[in-house]
């Protein structure tokens, strides 16, 4: 695998993150939706800098399914998300490729009348959207390589490495040779 975002990076730039959505966000009751599972560590991380009163909540998708490196059907569920009327939302995700993921959660919560909804994402994948939707917020933009680390997985391995790596094909079970640089 090739390190392409080390720990130091991401912790970095998800500060720079914190620090305009806290500046776009209204000083009252935020609703943070992540879409989980390869959310976990960026929404973390991100609702760590953030100071304004919030609730957390969680959708569950799925658009790779097993070993595939490329998404499938997509599959979700906001039925177990609590009331989102008249709140102010903000949609955070791990990454945002194809954008089917993203556009069709945030349509299903902008159903649900929100006060506003904002998205944010760690990664924009340099690729061709299925979608007219972009996120309000990009950490990082990458070429079209699977990636790991950092919440993103390969069959569920990886999620727990601190840096983004791009895998390689035959390197499913390895790791990179030179480790991430630590976080001050």
Do not use: W
């Amino acid at each position: 695998m090739k390190i392409l975002l080390t720990e130091r990076q991401i912790y970095s730039r998800v500060r720079e993150l914190a620090d305009e959505i806290q500046s776009s966000l209204p000083r009252q009751d935020v609703f943070v939706v992540g879409i989980l599972t390869g959310c976990l560590m960026f929404l973390a991380d991100l609702v760590r800098h953030l100071d304004t009163p919030m609730r957390i909540g969680f959708v569950v998708a799925q658009s790779y399914h097993g070993t595939a490196t490329t998404a499938g059907n997509l599959e979700y569920n906001v039925k177990s998300l609590p009331d989102v009327a008249g709140k102010h939302v903000l949609l955070v995700d791990d990454i945002f490729d194809s954008g089917q993921t993203l556009a069709r959660i945030a349509d299903e919560i902008a159903a649900c009348q929100p006060a506003s909804v904002r998205s944010a994402v760690l990664l924009e994948k340099d690729v061709q959207r299925a979608t007219d939707f972009f996120p309000d917020l990009v950490g990082f933009r990458i070429p079209a390589e699977f990636v790991v680390g950092y919440g993103l997985d390969f069959d569920g391995r990886y999620r727990n490495l601190p840096y983004i790596a791009a895998l390689d094909a035959g390197d499913e079970y390895s790791l990179p040779t030179a480790k991430g640089d630590v976080t001050p």
